[in-house]
């Protein structure tokens, strides 16, 4: 089976610039998380979805940073503007049961 | 979130078996024990998890501590590509969230 998708998987902005990631989930994988992961860190959940609702962004910087999930299906994470603290690995998950996770490859982000 | 305490790394030798520890004292009756991995470069993968018996899949064994405050994950063939950081992590699905919480993990150096 076809895993979780994510592009793009390299991304170098400037400070207070903008950018979006796009995450395509595992088929039929109802629930969709997105999580950040700072060099040297575990990864840390910013949002999760389940089909196109939101169950948890309570880790979310919402003032700059923002997640859709359109119909159910692929999602996008934008963060505006970018700030140096922003440069991680953002890591898009998909789940069908409670039982596992599975994980896409990231997108690096370094924010100069 | 309750947690979970990893010795920060570990080495082993190609070829032979490796137990990996985790302590959680905090646990509740309803705390599922998960393991994942992340190779260099990659996003985390699942590995095995239990609730209270000993589990076994053809990644790796997951034994429980009778008290459930502690675990180990058994890898009984190490192999240079089971180099990786560890995540032991405590998954609760009484309050619904269902979400995973990383920690720092436990880095695996495998010796040829």
């Known amino acids: 089976e076809a895993g979780v998708a994510q592009s793009p998987r390299y991304k170098i902005i400037e400070k207070r610039q903008s950018v979006a990631f796009w995450c395509n989930p595992i088929?039929?994988?109802?629930?969709l998380y997105w999580y950040q992961q700072i060099l040297g860190q575990g990864p840390k959940l910013l949002i999760q979805?389940?089909?196109?609702?939101?169950?948890?962004d309570s880790q979310l910087p919402k003032d700059r940073f923002s997640a859709e999930r359109l119909k159910g299906v692929d999602s996008t994470l934008k963060i505006q503007p970018a700030k140096l603290e922003d440069s991680a690995v953002y890591l898009c998950?998909?789940?069908?049961?409670?039982?596992?996770?599975?994980f896409g490859p990231g997108t690096r982000l370094t924010v100069l | 979130d309750a947690k979970t305490t990893q010795p920060n790394s570990m080495e082993s030798n190609e070829e032979e078996p490796v137990h990996l520890p985790c302590n959680h004292s905090t646990i509740s009756g309803t705390d599922y024990i998960h393991w994942y991995r992340q190779l260099p470069s990659q996003g985390p993968e699942y590995v095995i998890h239990g609730l209270t018996s000993n589990v076994n899949n053809r990644m790796a064994s997951l034994a429980i501590a009778e008290d459930r405050k502690s675990s180990t994950l058994i890898l009984h063939r190490a192999t240079l590509r089971d180099a990786a950081v560890y995540y032991c992590i405590l998954r609760d699905w009484k309050g619904g969230s269902e979400k995973l919480v990383f920690g720092k993990g436990m880095k695996l150096t495998v010796n040829p």
């Open positions: 088929s039929g994988h109802a629930t």
């Open positions: 979805f389940q089909n196109n609702g939101v169950v948890d």
């Open positions: 998950a998909s789940s069908l049961s409670r039982d596992k996770l599975y």
